[in-house]
């Protein structure tokens, strides 16, 4: 167990070294610990001899640091909150490994976060049907071929929130980095799947309670996504958003980075057609694809998967006429309703119950406008 004068410590030096990560990491480093640090709180010049006057004014004047980290220590006990040090066997070690790593993290939860296998899931806050299917479909399959994987993202719309909720739907444990403190969650909507992931997960974060929701804090919190997983996978993205700077990051830290590819101009695919298109990211189209790219499935896994997936897509409990509409919309997804009925050949009347059946069933969506989308 870690000493509670040394997490104080940490909480302190990693206010100080806020803007400066991997200087103090270094420091960090060589000198063992935070608290071997504030030892040397008066002379660091003894340890950094070119440390700058506003390091060495910031170490000389740090009371206020320590004060504030006693609070939050104190803070963090009351709500079960651990205080995971770079020291801690709990701390997540690939992240561990990154020079710019954090010198504390924030962790409520119960998954391992030095799991086997750790996939990031990222992608556009305004995700599609296209997006929201490829999600589904690769975390149901992932679960068949690699049940033991923590699916880890940020808590945001769109691709993260749909990872989060499919790994939990599909009894897979997943974790959410933040940006900000413990003492709130953002976006307040995802508040019930952040208790959910309490159980099956959990929250981690670098920043302190009371921290305020900055847009600077969110593209730090990117690189604990990163750098804590195996691979990145990207969903969807415009040619500029968050989901891509993560990719970024996880190939400077040599982590594997896929990209499920999209139609060519559409708006939450060009960024990632341009990723694969630039090499940035290797094409994928299933999980079977990411679980062999890894080498992580195991063979017998992947066979009892196929043949359970040959069994769903040949022998659906649809009638005759429920297999015409999915048939109809596997030539021509999201149809409108007229449209659907002209090609199906079925009448309106008739062709309304069965697309409430077949959404019942988990077949088909009904988009806005009168729209049906396959899911299947």
């Known amino acids: 167990m870690i000493d509670p004068k040394e997490i104080v410590n940490t909480i302190a030096v990693s206010r100080i070294g806020y803007f400066h990560l991997a200087g103090m990491r ?94 990031c899931i990222v992608g556009t806050r305004h995700a599609t049907v296209y997006g929201q299917d490829l999600v589904r479909r690769f975390v149901e399959d ?56 309490l159980r099956q997960g959990g929250i981690i974060t670098e920043f302190l309670s009371g921290t305020r929701i900055d847009k600077q804090n969110f593209v730090r919190r990117n690189r604990i996504v990163a ?60 999980a079977d694809d990411f679980a062999q790219a890894m080498r992580w499935a195991d063979p017998k896994q992947r066979e009892k998967s196929a043949k359970q997936g040959i069994e769903r897509s040949l022998f659906p409990d649809l009638t005759d006429d429920e297999r015409r509409i999915v048939e109809t919309l596997q030539k021509n997804n999201d149809l409108q309703i007229n449209m659907l009925s002209v090609q199906s050949g079925l009448p309106i009347g008739q062709l309304t119950a069965l697309l409430f059946s077949l959404e019942m069933k988990g077949v088909v969506r009904a988009l806005a406008g009168g729209v049906y989308h396959l899911l299947a």
């Open 227 to 286: 750098g804590m997983s195996d691979a990145c996978i990207l969903v969807e993205s415009a040619t500029h958003g968050g989901g891509l700077i993560t990719c970024r990051i996880s190939r400077d830290y040599n982590r594997d980075v896929f990209a499920f590819p999209g139609a060519i101009g559409a708006q939450y695919s060009e960024g990632c057609n341009h990723i694969i298109r630039d090499n940035g990211a290797a094409l994928i189209t299933s």
């Open 142 to 197: 992932l679960r068949q071929l690699c049940p033991e994987t923590l699916i880890v993202s940020g808590l945001a719309y769109g691709i993260d929130i749909c990872a989060h909720r499919n790994a939990l739907q599909n009894g897979m444990e997943t974790v959410a980095v933040l940006a900000h403190g413990l003492d709130t969650i953002y976006p307040t909507a995802h508040r019930k799947t952040a208790e959910q992931m």
């Open 26 to 119: 270094q420091l960090y480093d060589r000198l063992g610990s935070a608290s071997a640090i504030v030892e040397h709180r008066n002379d660091i010049r003894d340890v950094v001899p070119d440390a700058s006057q506003k390091l060495v004014e910031a170490f000389r004047n740090m009371d206020e640091q320590l004060h504030r980290a006693e609070t939050e220590y104190e803070w963090d006990a009351e709500h079960a909150i651990q205080a995971l040090t770079l020291n801690d066997p709990a701390y997540p070690q690939r992240l561990r490994e990154c020079d710019d790593a954090p010198l504390v993290l924030f962790y409520r939860g119960s998954a391992d976060l030095n799991q086997a296998r750790i996939v």
